[in-house]
């Protein structure tokens, strides 16, 4: 079995001893007391982290399965979505709202760019109304957030649209005040700016989408979100939970609620300033423009000649430091560094110090 | 916390400590080498389970979700599958097949019984040609194990049509050799006979059903099996993957194949044997005639004016052992022993004392 690395990669990242130690808890009923009062403090503590006073759940699954629950309990065949799109996540998200039987209309930009609010508004102003608007926050493909959730939401929501937010890969590391700002659904995972192990997806959700998706119920038992908040307001899950899964994130919230959230928003800003000026200083030209730049994924150019493949593995085997590759028209030529959760001065300067050497023999 | 009681539910069931350790290994990138030779351990040792030399995959989501994917793979708009309805799990079957659009030609029987081949056959042959039969093995809500796998997959097989087994709280106490009976999906959780934590499904795939699946993509993302498949030839999994869960699921394989599947299935089959017998020694009636009675979920009617709820409370309170109500029309009447996983002389008889010394205060 591999010894633990260094994981700087955008999710999973590096869980502490005491989160992973929290799963080792008792195997429990989950129709009984002791799970109702974890899961009870796990939707509490997931209010805090959504900065909302209304209903949240917890899937046992993944993110993508987080998104596909966003999108089969909202759309129905025939509904329109407006879904910017500009990379990975983003055209997933637009493939999803297809494969519920509704029409995306995209608004596009090229990979490492994000499309603007100007677009933005003329793709819904053309259209009217429509269903909803999903919008990746943080394109962990490319290291580029959007950087107008509020205003996003606003527009969405002018044109009688829910606006549904994928913070996968972003809450946590940015704040998202959902009901200040109005989004109706805000999904992340557990495996990111959390830093609890991955299987868990988390959803917000505003009292209108509740009472809509009360009133319509979707073509899915098992991202039936109606169903989750009916078992969720008596501290269940309508499914045998990933208990242990749900040990971790509790203690994995509980250490970001210790910490504080703005505490936690503001090291994600620093750390990422410290990574993207280490990376110029070794003369590598970032993705993203410094205004759309993410803060919790940082992906660069490779310099000319170097070869992601051995290069990522030269850095994991003689470095103990693991990064990830590109995506799409990135791949092969873009670098991406994660910067979630646990990340801290040593795990960056670590991880500098690990690229710059490693980079030197590639150069050689 | 609750301290560890003993687990006698019908899932999840109680976990090793080795199984429960395994959890803690290290985070790994879920697209570098050490995932993938963990993945493909995994999938091997699943063969073992499923004794197929086929495809199989493993999903991050209750067994439910394992459900949710069979059927969504499966049937399309406008496709008849039948199935035997005998309890809630497979009420939810029928269900599941009519959201994704099918229509669901259901074989009943009454609660605690299991409809017989010949009601089985007559359905199909008044059906002629269709789609897919999807048979609950073991209905964990009843204690009633379908006697006729093997049959039933035969008789489908005539018709022209898929077998899906669901044999979530069955496989690993009963042998399911999907190859030999020509089972097309076979589907089980991580919880159950396994002995390992929940949050994870294991499904089988004949050679026919997987060419089906990959030319005719579903409507779901998370539970696209065909890319499950394409992912899964190179030892990876689409999307992030609960990765301490698999880390666990390897160990419990390991633990079962360490013990051999036939004296597993043996150590069920008398272990439950001793829980029926204990139980009629006390004046109990079980749910289930003999000739259908699972031999992983043991069901019995509470004596007349136990109530359940306190009788369970009390059980766990103060004996430290953990039971399951009924479900449906059993609720109240009924409470359920599972007989699963690790299993053993000393479980059986600590359980039965419990029962025998808690029901005897509550007939005072």
Same mark, same amino acid.
């Given at each position: 079995?591999?010894?633990?690395?260094?994981?700087?990669?955008?999710?999973?990242?590096?869980?502490?001893?005491?989160?992973?130690?929290?799963?080792?808890?008792?195997?429990?009923?989950?129709?009984?007391?002791?799970?109702?009062?974890?899961?009870?403090?796990?939707?509490?503590?997931?209010?805090?982290?959504?900065?909302?006073?209304?209903?949240?759940?917890?899937?046992?699954?993944?993110?993508?399965?987080?998104?596909?629950?966003?999108?089969?309990?909202?759309?129905? @065949?025939? $509904?329109?979505?407006? =879904?910017? *799109?500009?990379?990975?996540? +983003?055209?997933?998200?637009?493939? /999803?709202?297809?494969?519920?039987?509704?029409?995306?209309?995209?608004?596009?930009?090229?990979?490492?760019?994000?499309?603007?609010?100007?677009?933005?508004?003329?793709?819904?102003?053309?259209?009217?109304?429509?269903?909803?608007?999903?919008?990746?926050?943080?394109?962990?493909?490319?290291?580029?957030?959007?950087?107008?959730?509020?205003?996003?939401?606003?527009?969405?929501?002018?044109?009688?649209?829910?606006?549904?937010?994928?913070?996968?890969?972003?809450?946590?590391?940015?704040?998202? @005040?959902? $009901?200040?700002?109005? =989004?109706? *659904?805000?999904?992340?995972? +557990?495996?990111?700016?959390?830093? /609890?192990?991955?299987?868990?997806?988390?959803?917000?959700?505003?009292?209108?989408?509740?009472?809509?998706?009360?009133?319509?119920?979707?073509?899915?038992?098992?991202?039936?979100?109606?169903?989750?908040?009916?078992?969720?307001?008596?501290?269940?899950?309508?499914?045998?939970?990933?208990?242990?899964?749900?040990?971790?994130?509790?203690?994995?919230?509980?250490?970001?609620?210790?910490?504080?959230?703005?505490?936690?928003?503001?090291?994600?800003?620093?750390?990422?300033?410290?990574?993207?000026?280490?990376?110029?200083?070794?003369?590598?030209?970032?993705?993203?423009?410094?205004?759309?730049?993410?803060?919790?994924?940082?992906?660069?150019?490779?310099?000319?000649?170097?070869?992601?493949?051995?290069?990522?593995?030269?850095?994991?085997?003689?470095?103990?430091?693991?990064?990830?590759?590109?995506?799409?028209?990135?791949?092969?030529?873009?670098?991406?560094?994660?910067?979630?959760?646990?990340?801290?001065?040593?795990?960056?300067?670590?991880?500098?110090?690990?690229?710059?050497?490693?980079?030197?023999?590639?150069?050689?």
């Amino acid at each position: 079995m591999d010894k633990q690395k260094l994981i700087m990669l955008p999710g999973p990242t590096n869980v502490s001893e005491r989160v992973m130690r929290a799963m080792l808890g008792p195997v429990i009923n989950h129709r009984g007391d002791a799970f109702r009062e974890l899961y009870k403090g796990v939707l509490e503590k997931t209010r805090h982290l959504f900065q909302t006073e209304g209903d949240v759940v917890v899937l046992s699954s993944s993110g993508t399965g987080g998104v596909e629950a966003a999108v089969w309990n909202i759309i129905r @065949p025939g $509904d329109v979505a407006v =879904v910017p *799109v500009f990379g990975e996540f +983003s055209t997933r998200l637009a493939e /999803a709202v297809e494969m519920a039987g509704g029409r995306a209309v995209r608004v596009t930009s090229e990979f490492g760019k994000v499309p603007t609010t100007d677009e933005l508004k003329a793709a819904m102003d053309k259209q009217g109304r429509f269903k909803a608007m999903y919008l990746v926050h943080n394109e962990t493909s490319t290291g580029v957030a959007a950087p107008y959730i509020e205003e996003a939401t606003r527009l969405a929501k002018e044109h009688g649209a829910f606006a549904v937010i994928d913070a996968i890969s972003s809450l946590g590391g940015y704040a998202i @005040p959902v $009901d200040k700002w109005g =989004v109706d *659904v805000c999904i992340t995972g +557990s495996q990111k700016c959390i830093a /609890a192990p991955p299987g868990l997806a988390l959803l917000s959700l505003s009292k209108g989408v509740a009472e809509f998706l009360k009133s319509s119920p979707p073509k899915t038992r098992y991202f039936d979100i109606p169903r989750y908040l009916e078992y969720g307001a008596k501290g269940e899950t309508p499914f045998t939970p990933a208990l242990p899964l749900y040990y971790a994130l509790d203690e994995a919230l509980g250490e970001l609620l210790e910490e504080g959230f703005a505490k936690r928003v503001e090291r994600h800003e620093r750390m990422s300033g410290l990574l993207y000026d280490g990376l110029a200083k070794m003369g590598m030209k970032a993705v993203a423009e410094k205004s759309v730049r993410s803060r919790t994924v940082v992906a660069s150019y490779y310099p000319q000649g170097v070869d992601d493949a051995k290069f990522r593995k030269a850095l994991a085997h003689d470095k103990g430091v693991v990064i990830a590759g590109g995506f799409g028209p990135f791949a092969g030529k873009v670098f991406r560094v994660g910067c979630m959760g646990q990340i801290n001065e040593g795990y960056v300067s670590t991880t500098l110090k690990a690229i710059s050497e490693t980079m030197a023999g590639f150069r050689n």
